[in-house]
């Protein structure tokens, strides 16, 4: 049965527990779960994790914790019962998982390592404390470590800090501001030193200059180890501490003895070979201490020789020696808290006469004077430091320091001598001695036995300590130097002589030589000795002793020792033996000495004499004067070792005759107690205490006391020197503890009798002190340190006054001390801190926690504050006072007491605390602005007190209080004053960083004190509203209010929610409440509302922006308020509505706002509008706004993220667009236009930059205007700034080469400056422009590509939601890799498959779908495009530029669909897109405005696609004709194998069988002319192929001619079939050559056809072995890189995505061959996404093996175009990333149009040639001319492009491997073919330029096609043509060509054929070859012009008529246009056209 659980509540999971069990809970490893109910080993419950789910688990799996239970009941709180750390360890742990992983997402791979092993460590140490088996001092040590790497955690994670006591977290409410201001500087300090935690309750000790005791050090050392060569003999170590610096030894000797085996003597130290260093005091760590460790063997004398000595004599002999550096350790074992092991190696010493400085040498590293025996010989010790008080280390490491563990004592008294420390030992030393032969013929073996004897003889037993770690001896015989007469040992012992054998003991010392011989005797030879203890009751002085040797041997006795004792010892010795008989008995030897050296630390015995005498002072009474006065010369540490006894003395003196000796007692009394105030001598005090207390008698005492304290006081005021008098002051409390308690011990012994008289002379005490204290002199520097000296020690003597005094009387005392206290401020002295120290300590004492004793000293405390606050002086230690204040009162604030003391100090400091905080808040902003940084002395220290101060007295007012307060201002301008103080004082607590960020608590804990002043003082606030308005007060409070409401540390919404809750649950949320209160104020104002129209819209906008409900639903009507104000006010709101709108922007770009904010402020306002009468201008504007508020939040939300440039920029333009047309508002437009131009140069998008500026341009005016700075401008007029812009668009044009967009820019500049005579700057606009134009004709540009975007869904933002753009693409992007690009950008999105319009649905869904396909871009300028004359790189531009219409074809079979020929039902559906705005523009992509559907008919898509087929042919075999793509025919016969042999199998004559069939000309009647065009295209195109037949039998490789024969085969066939089929000619009238196929069609006509719309759509044709493909560009496009971004695949989409028509015909396609035309061609290649790309592998490897695998993109100006179309890399491809950014062009420019090349005049019957040379890019020579032919055997000439039919792939503008249509404007020149001069060969002649012969062309069996005019076209006159070149000006003929006959009308036409004549009505085609031309009808090649044709013109020269050798060169680049004027009247407007100046 279930049951409640009453002890069980919680508990951890010791196990994870799952189950399939019904009603289980799965828990997890470490889980805290809450028990509810319990049944037969199960328990009911939940999880802390997740507490609505229930559930019940295995009780085996849970470990109970304790807890306490609040609120039983339904709504009880469990809380389990730990140690504050462990739990604030395990929230924190749990905090710092997650944001540990986030480290490791963004990289902070550094932090991540540090925090990791952080939290490992702090998993160890909880555990550890969960042990319960640690020390209290382990525990506290363990807690300091925690909380220490809990603050550090906490700070690199930004989180907040953590403000503790005694390592728990505080309870702000139960400690004062100003406290917890404090714990979080000392929280910090720990948290950056790593310190420990110190108790901020603690007060500062009371005693004057007390200090705190240093912190003792301890050294445990351990040996491990001794590894020696096989001594085979006992051994004896010494550890000592060495300070080399000073040269002696400062600690005791730690002695281990080994036996021969190595291991210990006694068994039972086998594992305790250790000992403690004690007492090493700071200096000591300072020292250069070494570690010295002496090894002594016991046995044979020589250890290598058994001869020397019999073997059971064992001698002490020295051995070796090891040496370990401290300061090499230290560093290491200071860090470390374990032990860590050392190896010392064991030098011997090489000459036994240096043993006793063997260890200096190893440290001098003098080699020469030791050796190692071997490598592995030496000593591992183990060394640990510790510290701490040693009772303590001893209390904590039981373990560790018991049992044999040898304390070793420093030598003499540590710095700190602790009372109670009993000791008494003497030191003695061996040092040497100097010793006669005896006439032995070698040195003496000499041994000293040291005996310790009492007076009668008798040996004091155990009293000799070779070293610790081994129990004492009663003699010790010294180790013994071989063969030294004169042996230094140095050996040190120690003889802890017990102190009642001390008197009358002395030391013998034998002296025996130790021989070698047989025996091995020691025989005895001399002795010496010396007493403990003097005559006069001192002790051995602390001294090297030199002793006399008395002779004696082995028969001597010293049964007597008087007999020797009467001798003299030593030359100081002052006694002289008794008699002669004792003389004669031992014989002092002169010539021998024996010197000791002795160290007494003894705590008992002295060796001070006066010291002696002042104790034994009965003894000489009449020295008593004397001896008190010697007192001061006795050391300190005599005289503490001797308190007792010392104060006893003092007293019985006093009290043997009191008026003689009581000055010098009190002197003597003040000298000690000044003593004990030294920091050495500081834990002394509790002696004194304890000997007042309880040993003290002097019950007459006091009033001697009392009399010499007076008169030192009164002595104050007159006497010169006074450092007696200062004593006195600083002796203060210890005087008065006498004076207490020898007041209490007389009322004692007389039941109270002379009370009076005692509280009177404490009364006339007091006044002296008073009056010492009110002396006012600044000069005189003597007083001012006994004052100095009484303030010190006065607060000192308040709690003795209290054993005798009540609380009343002793704060009367005090009061009435500390109100004498000089009420003048000294500027700079140092008195006015003493005086503030003395008054903090008053209120730091016992006294002042009386609350009847504050009552009497807070009001002068408070003045003395006022007046130093008022001064501003001594700010720091006003606030140190003020903090004490509130912390007493604070502890107390239950007391009714608490209210009087809060109300004085508001009445005197809350006026003057405002007034100081905002003079130092001031003072900070203006250091921080001159700075440049915050001074932390202002900021940090005062600033931050005083806040805390203010809010701690803020904190304790009342309702009460604030109307008393206010009640107090007599008049309104005291309330608005201090109204302005206080709200002022609070907006610098808002904006200034008073604290840092990470403390939290205390910025809550602020923000609800404020809150809590801010309600009390809001109905004041009313004082000043209705007809006392004032506005000032009113304004200060609101902005207050905004403030508040925005602080960061109260947006909950940024907070983890564990810390949100716990935020609520303590203060709610405060922004609700500060939000009423502002409402309820701004309701209060009435019509004073007016007032804050529109200051205080952008404020409140902030707030309604906060992310809080019922706050924005709080603040939202104001605007409805502010609108309705100013409506009445004005008739209209346009201020609040302009307002609104600037401050929107901000607000929303700083991240503020969000999607519900737009509704609910559209959702409220609307619904306040709904009822006025305003209403519709009111709907507008917030419609507007919302509107504006959608846009703001969609281009935030881009630009905060990793958001791509397209969608900033799309933002941006969506945005910019809306200021403009929308709201008009000018300022914000600027704005972004600049933002959106940032953006695009930071895309290298120079080109959009451009029209982006161009916009801010036109806003401006050629006017003198002045205008102010703005952005980045500076004030300037309004003509410099627009000049400054113009010159920067210019520029950005430049950079993204759209010169025709920069020279009507340069045009307007040139007007300006011509106006103003600025020819300076007139000469270089008009050279830019000739520049520009220079490179408009140079440069080769990149054809972008177009593509059109749907987004459709409603999660796209909202300027793309449901809307569909054409982008334009970057250099070298295709389809595919634009894409990718889309759905990289928009991760989220679906591609769709398919081109058709979505579905209501999709548009509707709550997701992304993005539909991209290809357009094809329709000019806008198509008369440019029609002009002939007109360069290809020019139309180009026109092509690509300032365009609005996109066209997009679909294929689909209309009607019945005829399976034998499918062209006659395949139609084209075509789409046309009207943009918004022309590209380019302010933007790379615009919304489409407009879309237009229409159909193109199967016969005009056939006319389109043989039409573009011609014209491929035709440049193809010109550039081959011209040697242009080198001697690789592979292209070529390619080509034609693709067009002749589909032919064979169909090709043309599909289309023969579908529209020259009697049947479809009778039906469709109306297409006559259509079919008659196509018979004609036809025809030419066979002639075509003729010629290209002819220029491959040239060039075809020997190999390939099997194929070259067939293709001439097929080709006879396919010229039959067109003679014989349907579409043949009547040969009767059929003219010879390509001109009949043009005779049957009018120019007009086949200009229609060439420039329709229909002239560009088809793409597609058949390749040889019959399989579709794409054009050209597919054709050629093999992939020319095997990554999978390739080339080939970028044209075309999935073929899931083929219509069903394609379908069907693509699957005849794969078996047959006989298809010619499949589709309508486009532009240069398919514009939609529906075309299937061919991709079999056989097809691929075929294109392979005749294209070279690697292809270099066409377009790359810098590359030959053999290059380009041969020999790319074939790693080359879309996705490398070397993209080249051009930036495109713009058209939306407003009034700049881009120009066109101006038209040029020709005069009557003559005609402009022109030429231009496609693949060159320099000014230079003239390619050479051709020579005319006949019209049998005429090469072909090149083949002009239509100029609006999609340029061939090799004319460059649609190029194999480029990203994009095209990278320029190519169009190929033309060049005449020859015989190779004379005496020059084939390979002579540079790459592409060898010559056919003559003979070879006449023997050519095809025709060559020339292109020319007839002779009746040509004029009367022809000159010279012109031409930029750098060359010479004069071109000769080559060899061979003959030249013209004089007055021959004759020229070569090159370039784009005119198809109109001037002259003559009748009009040739454009292929038109006159069969008429005379071959000799040439002109000599025209001279070439200067390279600046406009700087000169080249006079004419006359014809030479004999034959010349041409100069042949490669063509050059530039453009060379030729000018044949008529007349010389005539030259002059052609000069015009071609920029030539008259000059």
């Known amino acids: 049965m279930w049951t409640l659980t009453e002890d069980e509540r919680v508990g951890v999971v010791l196990c994870s527990f799952r189950s399939s069990l019904p009603h289980t809970l799965t828990l997890e490893l470490g889980e805290t779960v809450f028990i509810l109910e319990k049944c037969e080993g199960w328990f009911r419950g939940f999880s802390s994790r997740r507490s609505n789910v229930k559930g019940v688990f295995p009780s085996s799996y849970i470990h109970l914790k304790k807890c306490t239970v609040t609120n039983k009941g339904s709504k009880e709180t469990v809380v389990p019962v730990e140690d504050v750390v462990v739990a604030e360890v395990t929230s924190t742990l749990q905090e710092w998982a997650s944001l540990w992983k986030q480290l490791y997402v963004r990289h902070k791979v550094d932090l991540f390592f540090k925090l990791g092993h952080v939290m490992s460590e702090l998993i160890d140490l909880r555990r550890q404390l969960l042990s319960d088996q640690l020390t209290h001092e382990q525990n506290r040590d363990i807690k300091r470590h925690v909380t220490a790497r809990l603050d550090w955690g906490n700070e690199h994670l930004g989180l907040d800090l953590v403000p503790r006591n005694e390592f728990a977290m505080v309870d702000e409410d139960q400690i004062s501001v100003s406290d917890l201001y404090k714990m979080h500087l000392s929280s910090r300090h720990n948290a950056h030193h790593n310190s420990s935690q110190a108790d901020l309750n603690g007060r500062q000790k009371q005693g004057g200059d007390a200090c705190k005791a240093p912190v003792a050090h301890h050294l445990l050392v351990k040996l491990k180890s001794f590894t020696s060569n096989n001594i085979g003999e006992d051994t004896d170590i010494f550890v000592?501490?060495?300070?080399?610096?000073?040269?002696?030894?400062?600690?005791?000797?730690?002695?281990?003895?080994?036996?021969?085996?190595?291991?210990?003597?006694?068994?039972?130290?086998?594992?305790?070979?250790?000992?403690?260093?004690?007492?090493?005091?700071?200096?000591?760590?300072?020292?250069?201490?070494?570690?010295?460790?002496?090894?002594?063997?016991?046995?044979?004398?020589?250890?290598?020789?058994?001869?020397?000595?019999?073997?059971?004599?064992?001698?002490?002999?020295?051995?070796?020696?090891?040496?370990?550096?401290?300061?090499?350790?230290?560093?290491?074992?200071?860090?470390?808290?374990?032990?860590?092991?050392?190896v010392l190696k064991v030098y011997i010493c090489n000459n036994e006469n240096e043993w006793h400085q063997i260890h200096e040498n190893i440290i001098r590293k003098s080699s020469t004077k030791y050796s190692a025996p071997g490598n592995n010989y030496g000593l591992i010790i183990s060394l640990q430091l510790l510290r701490?008080?040693?009772?303590?280390?001893?209390?904590?490491?039981?373990?560790?320091?018991?049992?044999?563990?040898?304390?070793?004592?420093?030598?003499?008294?540590?710095d700190v001598i602790m009372p109670g420390d009993v000791r008494n030992d003497l030191y003695l030393t061996l040092e040497r001695g100097d010793f006669e032969r005896g006439g032995k013929s070698v040195q003496k073996n000499i041994e000293v036995g040291v005996f310790v004897l009492s007076a009668d003889g008798e040996l004091v037993k155990d009293c000799i300590s070779l070293g610790c770690g081994e129990p004492n001896v009663a003699e010790h015989r010294s180790f013994v130097l071989y063969h030294n007469n004169s042996p230094r040992w140095s050996e040190a012992i120690k003889l802890p002589i017990p102190i009642d054998r001390f008197r009358g003991s002395h030391l013998r010392f034998e002296f025996r030589h130790c021989s070698t011989k047989d025996k091995g005797d020691k025989k005895l030879f001399g002795f010496s000795f010396t007493p403990l203890m003097r005559d006069d009751g001192t002790t051995l002085s602390d001294q090297s002793h030199e002793l006399f040797v008395y002779k004696c041997d082995e028969n001597t006795a010293f049964n007597n020792p008087a007999h020797y004792l009467a001798l003299p010892c030593c030359k100081d010795h002052i006694n002289v033996g008794p008699g002669v008989a004792t003389s004669l008995l031992f014989q002092r030897s002169t010539r021998e000495t024996f010197w000791i050296s002795t160290q007494l630390s003894s705590t008992k015995l002295t060796q001070n004499v006066d010291l002696l005498a002042l104790l034994k002072w009965k003894a000489h009474p009449d020295r008593v004067t004397d001896i008190l006065g010697r007192l001061r010369h006795i050391s300190g540490e005599e005289i503490v070792k001797f308190l007792q006894d010392i104060l006893d003395t003092l007293f019985s003196i006093l009290d043997d005759n009191t008026d003689k000796y009581g000055p010098l007692v009190f002197q003597s009394l003040v000298f000690i107690i000044n003593l004990l105030r030294d920091s050495k001598y500081f834990h002394f005090r509790p002696v004194m205490d304890t000997y007042i207390h309880k040993h003290f008698a002097g019950a007459l005492a006091y009033k001697e006391l009392i009399r010499c304290l007076k008169w030192s006081m009164e002595r104050s005021t007159e006497a010169v020197r006074q450092d007696h008098i200062q004593e006195v002051m600083r002796a203060l409390e210890y005087l008065f503890k006498f004076i207490i308690q020898s007041r209490i011990l007389y009322s004692r012994a007389t039941c109270g009798m002379e009370e009076e008289q005692f509280r009177s002379s404490i009364q006339e005490l007091f006044h002296s002190i008073r009056l010492v204290i009110s002396l006012d002199r600044p000069t005189c520097e003597t007083l001012i340190f006994t004052q100095a000296a009484l303030f010190n020690s006065f607060p000192t003597i308040f709690d003795e006054l209290l054993h005798m005094f009540s609380v009343q009387e002793v704060a009367e005392f005090v009061r009435g001390t500390l109100a004498s206290l000089p009420s003048t401020l000294h500027i700079g002295h140092s008195m006015d801190v003493v005086k503030l120290q003395s008054i903090a300590r008053t209120v730091d004492s016992r006294l002042f926690s009386f609350p009847e004793s504050r009552r009497i000293l807070l009001p002068v405390v408070l003045h003395h504050i006022h007046l130093h606050l008022r001064h501003q002086k001594e700010l720091l230690m006003c606030c140190g006072i003020l903090t004490s204040l509130f912390s007493v009162i604070k502890t107390t604030s239950?007391?009714?007491?608490?209210?009087?003391?809060?109300?004085?100090?508001?009445?005197?400091?809350?006026?003057?605390?405002?007034?100081?905080?905002?003079?130092?808040?001031?003072?900070?902003?203006?250091?921080?602005?001159?700075?440049?940084?915050?001074?932390?002395?202002?900021?940090?220290?005062?600033?931050?007190?005083?806040?805390?101060?203010?809010?701690?007295?803020l904190r304790h007012m009342t309702n009460v209080h604030f109307e008393h307060l206010m009640d107090n201002y007599q008049s309104k301008e005291e309330l608005k004053e201090f109204m302005m103080k206080i709200w002022c004082v609070f907006r610098h607590l808002m904006r200034l960083s008073i604290f840092p960020r990470d403390w939290n608590v205390m910025r809550l804990l602020t923000s609800h004190i404020i809150l809590t002043t801010v309600q009390r003082l809001s109905p004041f606030q009313h004082n000043f509203a209705e007809a006392d308005f004032d506005f000032k007060v009113w304004s200060s409070y609101f902005s207050l209010a905004v403030l508040y409401i925005n602080q960061p540390s109260l947006q909950l919404e940024n907070m983890s929610p564990s810390k949100r809750q716990k935020i609520l649950d303590k203060y709610g949320d405060m922004r609700v409440m500060m939000t009423y209160e502002l409402f309820s104020m701004w309701q209060n104002l009435g019509d004073n509302k007016i007032h804050f129209i529109p200051g205080m819209i952008g404020p409140f906008l902030g707030v309604t922006l906060v992310p809080q409900v019922e706050v924005r639903n709080t603040m939202i009507p104001i605007f409805h308020d502010m609108m309705d104000w100013e409506q009445r006010k004005n008739g209209n709101f346009k201020q609040v509505e302009a307002e609104l709108i600037d401050k929107l922007d901000s607000l929303v770009s700083e991240g503020k706002g969000d999607e519900n904010y737009r509704e609910l402020f559209s959702l409220l306002l609307l619904e306040k509008i709904e009822h006025e009468t305003w209403r519709e201008t009111g709907i507008s504007f917030v419609t507007s706004v919302t509107r504006l508020m959608e846009r703001l939040l969609d281009y935030r939300d881009c630009m905060k993220g990793d958001e791509t440039e397209n969608k900033k920029i799309g933002c941006t333009v969506n945005i910019l667009n809306f200021y403009k047309s929308e709201i008009n508002k000018e300022e914000m437009y600027i704005r972004y236009i600049h933002k959106l131009c940032d953006l695009h140069l930071q895309a290298d998008n120079y080109t959009e930059a451009a029209f982006t500026l161009l916009l801010y341009w036109e806003l401006l005016h050629w006017d003198e205007r002045p205008i102010k700075d703005f952005l980045h401008y500076p004030a300037q007029s309004e003509w410099h700034r627009k000049e400054a812009l113009g010159r920067k668009v210019i520029h950005y044009f430049n950079k993204g080469k759209c010169w025709e967009f920069g020279v009507p820019l340069c045009r307007e500049l040139a007007f300006q400056y011509e106006s103003l005579y600025d020819y300076q700057s007139l000469s270089w606009i008009r050279k830019l422009e000739a520049a520009y134009f220079d490179?408009?004709?140079?440069?080769?540009?990149?054809?972008?590509?177009?593509?059109?975007?749907?987004?459709?869904?409603?999660?796209?933002?909202?300027?793309?939601?449901?809307?569909?753009?054409?982008?334009?693409?970057?250099?070298?992007?295709?389809?595919?890799?634009?894409?990718?690009?889309?759905?990289?950008?928009?991760?989220?999105?679906?591609?769709?498959?398919?081109?058709?319009?979505?579905?209501?649905?999709?548009?509707?869904?709550?997701?992304?779908?993005?539909?991209?396909?290809?357009?094809?871009?329709?000019?806008?300028?198509?008369?440019?495009?029609?002009?002939?004359?007109?360069?290809?790189?020019?139309?180009?531009?026109?092509?690509?530029?300032?365009?609005?219409?996109?066209?997009?074809?679909?294929?689909?079979?209309?009607?019945?669909?005829?399976?034998?020929?499918?062209?006659?039902?395949?139609?084209?559906?075509?789409?046309?897109?009207?943009?918004?705005?022309?590209?380019?523009?302010?933007?790379?992509?615009?919304?489409?405005?407009?879309?237009?559907?229409?159909?193109?008919?199967?016969?005009?898509?056939?006319?389109?696609?043989?039409?573009?087929?011609?014209?491929?042919?035709?440049?193809?075999?010109?550039?081959?004709?011209?040697?242009?793509?080198?001697?690789?025919?592979?292209?070529?016969?390619?080509?034609?194998n693709g067009v002749i042999d589909a032919a064979v199998n169909g090709g043309i004559a599909r289309y023969q069988e579908a529209f020259f069939d009697k049947d479809y000309i009778s039906s469709h009647s109306e297409d006559s002319e259509k079919i008659t065009q196509l018979k004609n295209l036809m025809q030419e195109q066979v002639h075509i192929l003729g010629s290209g037949l002819a220029v491959h039998e040239r060039m075809v490789h020997p190999e390939m001619r099997p194929l070259h024969k067939k293709l001439i085969d097929q080709f006879q066939v396919l010229r039959n079939s067109l003679c014989n089929g349907p579409c043949a000619f009547d040969k009767a009238n059929a003219p010879k050559g390509i001109v009949a196929t043009h005779s049957l069609v009018s120019p007009e006509s086949f200009k229609v056809h060439r420039h329709s719309e229909m002239a560009n759509v088809g793409n597609l044709f058949i390749l040889a072995d019959g399989v579709l493909a794409e054009h050209r560009e597919d054709f050629y496009g093999i992939q020319a890189s095997h990554s999978s971004s390739s080339i080939s695949s970028t044209h075309s989409a999935p073929s899931q995505l083929i219509n069903s028509a394609l379908s069907t015909i693509k699957e005849q396609s794969r078996n047959n061959r006989d298809i010619l035309m499949l589709l309508p061609p486009?532009?240069?290649?398919?514009?939609?996404?529906?075309?299937?790309?061919?991709?079999?592998?056989?097809?691929?490897?075929?294109?392979?093996?005749?294209?070279?695998?690697?292809?270099?993109?066409?377009?790359?100006?810098?590359?030959?175009?053999?290059?380009?179309?041969?020999?790319?890399?074939?790693?080359?491809?879309?996705?490398?990333?070397?993209?080249?950014?051009?930036?495109?062009?713009?058209?939306?420019?407003?009034?700049?149009?881009?120009?066109?090349?101006?038209?040029?005049?020709?005069?009557?019957?003559?005609?402009?040639s022109m030429h231009f040379d496609a693949y060159h890019h320099q000014l230079s020579d003239l390619p050479p001319a051709l020579p005319a032919r006949s019209l049998r055997k005429c090469p072909l000439q090149p083949s002009p492009a239509s100029p609006t039919s999609p340029p061939s792939l090799l004319c460059g503008s649609n190029?194999?491997?480029?990203?994009?249509?095209?990278?320029?404007?190519?169009?190929?020149?033309?060049?005449?073919?020859?015989?190779?001069?004379?005496?020059?060969?084939?390979?002579?002649?540079?790459?592409?330029?060898?010559?056919?012969?003559?003979?070879?062309?006449?023997?050519?069996?095809?025709?060559?096609?020339?292109?020319?005019?007839?002779?009746?076209?040509?004029?009367?006159?022809?000159?010279?043509?012109?031409?930029?070149s750098h060359a010479s000006s004069k071109v000769t003929a080559p060899q061979g060509f003959r030249t013209p006959r004089t007055g021959t009308r004759a020229q070569i036409r090159e370039g784009p054929p005119h198809y109109q004549d001037v002259q003559h009505a009748h009009h040739f085609p454009p292929h038109y070859i006159p069969t008429y031309l005379p071959l000799d009808s040439l002109v000599e090649p025209p001279p070439a012009l200067s390279h600046k044709p406009y700087l000169s013109f080249p006079q004419e020269k006359p014809m030479s008529s004999q034959p010349t050798q041409a100069v042949l060169r490669p063509a050059s680049g530039s453009s060379c246009l030729p000018l044949f004027v008529a007349t010389k009247e005539d030259q002059p407007k052609v000069a015009w056209s071609h920029g030539i100046s008259r000059d």
């Open 1335 to 1536: 490179n408009i004709m140079e440069h080769q540009r990149l054809e972008p590509e177009f593509f059109r975007v749907g987004f459709y869904g409603r999660k796209f933002p909202f300027f793309l939601r449901n809307k569909e753009f054409v982008c334009r693409g970057h250099d070298y992007e295709r389809l595919e890799a634009f894409q990718q690009r889309m759905l990289g950008e928009f991760p989220q999105a679906i591609a769709m498959q398919h081109p058709n319009q979505p579905e209501e649905a999709i548009l509707q869904c709550d997701a992304q779908y993005l539909q991209i396909y290809a357009v094809t871009p329709v000019p806008e300028n198509v008369g440019v495009l029609q002009l002939d004359r007109v360069p290809d790189r020019i139309k180009s531009f026109y092509r690509v530029n300032n365009v609005r219409r996109f066209r997009h074809d679909r294929p689909f079979h209309k009607g019945p669909k005829d399976r034998d020929n499918e062209f006659k039902s395949l139609w084209i559906e075509r789409t046309t897109l009207i943009l918004a705005h022309p590209l380019p523009g302010i933007s790379r992509w615009f919304e489409v405005e407009k879309r237009e559907l229409v159909e193109v008919s199967p016969l005009e898509n056939a006319i389109c696609v043989v039409e573009n087929k011609n014209q491929e042919l035709r440049t193809l075999v010109s550039q081959y004709q011209h040697k242009q793509l080198h001697n690789n025919v592979n292209l070529l016969s390619m080509t034609l």
């Open 240 to 342: 000592s501490l060495y300070d080399f610096r000073e040269g002696k030894t400062i600690s005791e000797r730690f002695m281990v003895r080994l036996n021969k085996n190595g291991g210990p003597k006694n068994p039972e130290k086998v594992e305790r070979l250790c000992a403690l260093f004690t007492d090493l005091s700071n200096k000591d760590m300072k020292r250069d201490l070494y570690i010295i460790s002496q090894v002594i063997r016991t046995g044979r004398m020589l250890l290598n020789d058994s001869k020397k000595g019999p073997p059971h004599i064992r001698y002490r002999r020295p051995y070796g020696c090891a040496v370990l550096a401290m300061s090499d350790v230290l560093q290491t074992i200071s860090e470390l808290r374990e032990e860590k092991d050392f």
């Open 388 to 414: 701490g008080d040693l009772e303590n280390l001893r209390r904590d490491n039981k373990a560790m320091l018991s049992g044999g563990m040898a304390m070793t004592r420093k030598l003499g008294f540590p």
């Open 1722 to 1808: 486009q532009r240069e290649r398919p514009s939609s996404v529906l075309y299937q790309n061919f991709s079999e592998s056989g097809q691929r490897a075929f294109l392979h093996q005749v294209i070279s695998p690697g292809c270099k993109p066409c377009s790359d100006p810098n590359l030959s175009f053999t290059d380009k179309v041969l020999t790319a890399p074939s790693s080359w491809s879309l996705d490398s990333g070397t993209r080249e950014a051009v930036p495109v062009l713009s058209a939306h420019i407003g009034n700049i149009m881009a120009p066109p090349v101006p038209p040029r005049n020709v005069p009557h019957g003559q005609r402009l």
């Open 1855 to 1924: 190029s194999t491997l480029s990203g994009s249509s095209s990278s320029g404007v190519f169009t190929l020149s033309e060049s005449n073919l020859s015989d190779p001069p004379s005496g020059r060969t084939d390979e002579s002649v540079p790459s592409g330029q060898a010559w056919t012969t003559e003979q070879e062309e006449l023997d050519s069996p095809y025709w060559l096609i020339g292109y020319n005019v007839s002779e009746c076209e040509v004029p009367d006159r022809v000159g010279s043509e012109p031409c930029r």
């Open 894 to 953: 239950l007391d009714t007491s608490v209210q009087e003391e809060v109300e004085m100090m508001v009445e005197s400091l809350l006026d003057v605390l405002l007034q100081t905080l905002l003079s130092v808040m001031n003072k900070s902003q203006s250091q921080e602005a001159v700075r440049g940084q915050r001074c932390p002395q202002c900021t940090a220290e005062i600033t931050g007190e005083f806040v805390s101060c203010l809010l701690s007295l």
